[in-house]
């Protein structure tokens, strides 16, 4: 069973979130991407094994978005943290 611990409920059943993708920055510059460009972004992710950050949302609780590093091959879920907050332990 999947756990995601939401910054703002604690520990919960993945049953209540909503995986929102993997983190994907916006390009700089996005209006001046030409359309093959602009489509490879939206469209095209790397699907590798290994740890990722993902974005996930609280749908039946709180209703927070937030951030989670999980590895996609074991589904380990090794930290989460809201986005405005930096990803360190500093």
């Known amino acids: 069973m999947l756990i995601l611990d939401c910054p703002n ?3 919960r059943n993945a049953s209540e979130f909503r995986y929102g993708g993997e983190v994907h920055p ?3 510059a996005a209006q001046q991407l030409s359309e093959a460009e602009w489509a ?3 469209y095209m992710r790397p699907n590798q094994q290994g740890v990722q950050s993902e974005w996930w949302y609280h749908r039946a609780g709180c209703g927070l978005w937030f951030l989670a590093e999980r590895h996609t091959y ?3 879920v ?3 943290w809201l986005p ?3 990803k ?3």
Do not use: A
Request: net charge neutral.
């Open 84 to 86: 405005e907050n930096p």
């Open 78 to 80: 090794t930290r989460t």
């Open 88 to 90: 360190s332990d500093d």
């Open 74 to 76: 074991t589904g380990q």
């Open 40 to 42: 490879h972004y939206l």
């Open 26 to 28: 916006r390009p700089p």
């Open 9 to 11: 409920c604690g520990k």
